[in-house]
T-cell receptor, first 109, second 115 residues
Framework: RKEVEQDPGPFNVPEGATVAFNCTYSNSASQSFFWYRQDCRKEPKLLMSVYSSGNEDGRFTAQLNRASQYISLLIRDSKLSDSATYLCVVNLRDDKIIFGKGTRLHILP | EAQVTQNPRYLITVTGKKLTVTCSQNMNHEYMSWYRQDPGLGLRQIYYSMNVEVTDKGDVPEGYKVSRKEKRNFPLILESPSPNQTSLYFC??????????????FGDGTRLSIL
């Protein structure tokens, strides 16, 4: 099993729809989880941290399921500007961090 | 403004000609890291540093060197670049150990082409 795995997509979603994608991780001792957004040829930017209790930031909701070892990202009322690649990031131990290969999202007008 | 600055942003060079990509952060971050990003492979860590004079190999360290003489700077050195090192490189920093739930802040990236 890969350390961090994401569906590469692309997810083609009409504007205004809700979209969700997951990221699975293999190490049950993983401690920290993040979602980053990366636009084409740009640097990754932190979208949100993922907390055990789940967290919400506007249209974005992140959740952690430790029992099944995955994190999820839900985007409600999607906008054209949400089109990007979403990277899942998992800390495996204190000095090791792994990026997923990303899920491409295209919001269609 | 808090930022991670990489230079150069773009570089085309030839095989075997030593080059250095600089990275500087003004946030007093302890942890710094270099990644390369290639199509289909995602971001892969080259080297990281937990503090001054403390560096360690990431997943793909071959052909690279780093140094951390000062907290703010973490240069990436290619002693003898080869075409397989053509890639998009990112420097990143974070306040503390990643286990402390500190996210990483990325530089704008450096696109290297080795001919």
């Amino acid at each position: 099993r890969k350390e961090v795995e994401q569906d590469p997509g692309p997810f083609n979603v009409p504007e205004g729809a809700t979209v969700a994608f997951n990221c699975t991780y293999s190490n049950s001792a993983s401690q920290s989880f993040f979602w980053y957004r990366q636009d084409c040829r740009k640097e990754p930017k932190l979208l949100m941290s993922v907390y055990s209790s789940g967290n919400e930031d506007g249209r974005f909701t992140a959740q952690l399921n430790r029992a099944s070892q995955y994190i999820s990202l839900l985007i409600r009322d999607s906008k054209l500007s949400d089109s990007a690649t979403y990277l899942c990031v998992v800390n495996l131990r204190d000095d090791k961090i792994i990026f997923g290969k990303g899920t491409r999202l295209h919001i269609l007008p | 403004e808090a930022q991670v600055t990489q230079n150069p942003r773009y570089l085309i060079t030839v095989t075997g000609k030593k080059l250095t990509v600089t990275c500087s952060q003004n946030m007093n971050h302890e942890y710094m890291s270099w990644y390369r990003q290639d199509p289909g492979l995602g971001l892969r860590q080259i080297y990281y540093s937990m503090n001054v004079e403390v560096t360690d190999k990431g997943d793909v360290p071959e052909g690279y060197k780093v140094s951390r003489k000062e907290k703010r700077n973490f240069p990436l050195i290619l002693e003898s670049p080869s075409p397989n090192q053509t890639s998009l490189y990112f420097c990143a920093s974070s306040l503390g150990l990643v286990g402390s739930n500190q996210p990483q802040h990325f530089g704008d990236g450096t696109r290297l082409s080795i001919l």
